[in-house]
Every structure is written in C-alpha cells, then in structure tokens.
C-alpha cells in the first residue's frame, strides 16, 4: 500500500476544488457591505459605507472652501476700493483747485507789478494829468481863486480849494467833454482811476469815490479842505449847461 506522503491528487481533482471553493465564498459589496473602521475619538469604532465617506468628504471640502472669519467678500472688497478711489480722486481735485488759485493769485499779483512799473515809467512831468479810460491826457494850468476872467478851453487847477484837494476844471464842449459824456452816457463809475502829476513832478494815482451834481452856488462840498489826498473834478452839464458835475476822488496810497 502507498504511503499518504507518496500519494498525490490527479491535477484535474485540484484545481476543481480551488474553483469551487472560490465559487462558494462570498465576495465583497462595494455597495452596501462595510469598507472601513473608523474610531470616534475615544475609542469607539463603527463602520462606513460608501456614501458615508462621499458625504464627509463634501463637508471637509466646504471648510476648506469657506473663508475664514476676519475675510472680506468681493463686494465688500470692491465697495472699499470704489470709496477708496473716490477719495483719491478728491483729494487730486482739491490740490488741483489749490495749485489753480495759487498760481491765479500770482498771475494777479504780477500784473498789478507789471502794472505799477507801468505806471511808474507812463506817467511823468509836471502840472499834468492823465484819465486812461477816458483817453484824457491834459496839462494843468493855474486859475487863481481871485481871477475874474473867463476860463479858456484849458485844464485848470483851482486855487480856491482847500488843502489836501487837487481842484480841476474845464469846459463840457471842450477839456472835459470826455468827463461830461462818459457821466451822461452812465459810463462815469466809481473807481475811475486818474493820474495827476503835480508842479515839483510828483506823480500820484486817484479813484473815483463820489459823483454829484449841484447847482453853481453848490460850492461847499467841492472846495473843501480834505483829512487825505484827494482830487475834486468839475464840469458842467444840463441842456444849456446849468449844473455842475463834481466827481470826487481819493488817492490810492
């Protein structure tokens, strides 16, 4: 009789019985059967299935996502830069408007300049004087206050008036119809500037402070004395030349 080590199975024997032992163990559910083990933190186990971890995966996936607290949201973010940007934007234009006064106030500051160094060099002589916007540029004689002649078609200075008021006159239809047509056409203002130059060759700027028209008895206002350097112009107006026009002015320094 053989021994049990010598004995073998035919080869077709075994590998039928692989197959069907194979054939009678179940096999696994990826489904529904258990695919892991995992602790709850104090040492409990449980199981999970597919779906299971698919759901925890989702959660773990939306924290990371989510912003962490202290972040702004793109609306918050624009909002902020749109406020941020109107405010750049003012601030340029404040310094703009400033720059532009500035640089008006020292365009301004240099024509005055400009102006008095003109002044300075335009007018000059003696016993002259000069009204620009009225295209007047006259010299000036004596008219004593005691003389009883008629004036001639001259500038003359007055030597009745009182101190510290340079007296001139002359005819409406002559000397001073620039003065008489510039009050009746209402372009006679105050602030109308002129220029005297006097005997010793001081030459000295004057504006127009008060208009008025008297009667030739109205002598009063016109020749007084005055607290400042003043000027005092006189003309006739009227149809027939009845009234006297008195402009008075103060000089500017």
């Known amino acids: 009789m053989p021994s049990i080590t010598s004995r073998r199975l035919p080869a077709p024997l075994v590998l039928a019985l692989v197959v069907g032992l194979a054939a009678a163990l179940p096999g696994p559910s990826l489904a529904a059967g258990p695919i892991g083990r995992i602790t709850d933190g104090g040492g409990a186990a449980f199981n999970l299935d597919q779906a ?3 759901h925890r ?15 702004l949201s793109l609306v918050e973010i624009e909002a902020r830069l749109g406020a941020r940007d109107a405010r750049a934007a003012r601030i340029a234009a404040e310094q703009a ?3 532009a006064a500035a640089k008006a106030a020292a365009e301004a500051a240099a024509k005055a300049a ?17 009204i620009p916007s009225l295209g007047v540029s006259r010299s000036v004689e004596s008219f004593a206050c005691t003389r009883s ?3 001639a078609n001259t500038m003359y200075r007055w030597g009745c008036a009182g101190t510290n008021n340079v007296y001139l006159f002359g005819h409406a239809w002559g000397v001073m119809k620039p003065l008489h047509d510039a009050y009746v056409s209402g372009n006679l203002k105050l602030g109308m500037k002129v220029v005297y130059a006097d005997g010793n060759g001081r030459v000295r700027a004057y504006r127009v402070t008060a208009i008025k ?14 607290s400042t350097p003043s000027m005092t112009l006189q003309t006739c107006v009227g149809a027939s030349s009845e009234r006297r026009l008195l402009v008075r002015l103060v000089a500017d320094g």
């Open 57 to 71: 995966a989702g959660e773990q996936q939306s924290r990371r996502v989510a912003a962490p607290r202290g972040y």
């Open 97 to 99: 408007a400033a720059e």
């Open 213 to 226: 028209v008297v009667t030739p008895d109205q002598v009063d206002w016109a020749i007084a004395a005055q």
């Open 52 to 54: 299971s971890l698919e």
């Open 114 to 130: 400009a102006e008095k160094a003109r002044a300075a060099t335009a007018y000059s002589g003696t016993n002259h004087v000069w």
């Open 149 to 151: 002649t008629p004036p």
